[in-house]
């Protein structure tokens, strides 16, 4: 039988060149080859620093951090994402207040975060996620995108642009607009590091804390102890920090995908025109609400949703794929839905009446760089057979 994985890493680039340069140094923790990941990354995406971790996780976590989140604060979240996006905010004893989403696009739109923004004057930060690869609306030639809408406000924003590298907004680079932007590296993106992450920001002084946060509070980054002439083990700690390091032997991984990160895109987006193409016919499918260029997507993820009039129910539909050996996921069911969201918040799915109904009928079908034109035309085969 016939097997497609939802999702299948490609590594044909120079990752095994740079891991064995890693292992020859003797030196497999954070030091140059982490320095180089971080230096090429930020100039691929325009912003000024960039500063490696070892997940999105905790480059979220020190994002908000950095930027004075603390208990009682509010952080603005949409609820279609995964549970790190809200997470992080209660890591700090903050509390996250939940946003619904426009149907299709799974993204926070202008009206929505407006009329949150009037309802929690108090906010202190927006985290907009990119969902699926798809850039969110940050920027307007009306002026009232995400961004500018918190600027008027004095709401920091905090990007997790876990699905979305490389994309666009406006003409810039997801990575580059907002305070700050968090990008993963998961087995399953575009570019993937095994486990890892990557902090960008243009400010200054959230770089320079990010930096010492994220290796114990101490003020001296590891790589340049061993490098400098002051003795390696004088180093103090001015904060109560964290282990969120990547090391070079990830990042050996990373600077190898990086230098295919366009390829592996465009590769995701001829997987995108196909389906696009192929599945249009189906009448009891919503494909995804795409409103920027094609080629400003990531891509990370091709979700379908299934209405009212298809013939089977979602979860059935997920089983027959799978017995055609064609790997699908969910992305995602809502935090407002989870128990310690919905429990400690008193949350109500009729409170977020577009995420309930892309919930109850959404499936992402297998997207990747590898995947070949026979297998999308299995796929979409598939699909047709079991919904008409």
Not at 282 to 308: E, G, N, Q, T, Y
Not at 327 to 345: A, C, F, N
């Amino acid at each position: 039988m016939t097997k497609i994985p939802f999702s299948k890493v490609v590594c044909d680039g120079h990752e095994l060149t740079y891991i064995r340069e890693v292992l020859a140094s003797g030196w497999l923790t954070t030091a140059g080859k982490t320095q180089a990941f971080e230096e090429r990354f930020a100039e691929s995406v325009g912003a000024r620093f960039a500063c490696a971790v070892n997940s999105c996780t905790a480059a979220l976590h020190l994002a908000l951090e950095a930027l004075g989140v603390g208990p009682g604060n509010k952080v603005l979240v949409p609820t279609m994402t995964f549970t790190a996006t809200a997470e992080v905010v209660r890591y700090l004893e903050a509390d996250p207040v939940f946003l619904d989403v426009e149907y299709g696009s799974s993204l926070v739109t202008p009206d929505v975060l407006a009329e949150a923004l009037q309802r929690h004057p108090d906010a202190k930060v927006f985290i907009p996620v990119h969902f699926g690869g798809h850039p969110a609306p940050l920027l307007s030639e009306t002026g009232k995108g995400l961004l500018e809408l918190c600027r008027k406000r004095g709401v920091r924003v905090v990007e997790d642009a876990a699905h979305a590298f490389p994309a666009r907004c406006a003409g810039r680079m997801i990575g580059s607009i907002g305070d700050v932007t968090c990008f993963s590296f998961y087995a399953n993106k575009t570019i993937t590091t095994g486990e890892g992450g990557m902090l960008t920001t243009d400010d200054e002084a959230i770089a320079r804390r990010t930096r010492v946060m994220r290796l114990h509070g101490i003020d001296r980054d590891i790589w340049d102890r061993f490098n400098a002439s002051k003795a390696s083990w004088e180093y103090d700690v001015i904060a109560a920090g964290y282990k969120y390091n990547m090391p070079d032997i990830t990042a050996a991984i990373g600077l190898a995908q990086l230098e295919r990160a366009e390829l592996l895109r465009q590769e995701r987006q001829r997987c995108a025109y196909y389906y696009l193409r192929n599945l249009a016919a189906i009448d009891c499918i919503d494909l995804p609400r795409v409103s920027v260029d094609m080629a400003d997507h990531a891509w990370h993820l091709f979700p379908i949703i299934l209405k009212r009039n298809a013939p089977v129910s979602r979860d059935h539909f997920i089983e027959l794929l799978g017995e055609r050996g064609i790997g699908t996921s969910v992305h995602y069911k809502p935090l407002h839905r989870m128990t310690y969201y919905r429990e400690r918040y008193c949350l109500k799915p009729e409170d977020y009446p577009n995420a309930e109904r892309i919930w109850k009928g959404c499936v992402s079908l297998p997207i990747y760089s590898s995947l070949t034109d026979d297998e999308l035309e299995y796929i979409c085969s598939a699909v047709a057979d079991i919904l008409q």
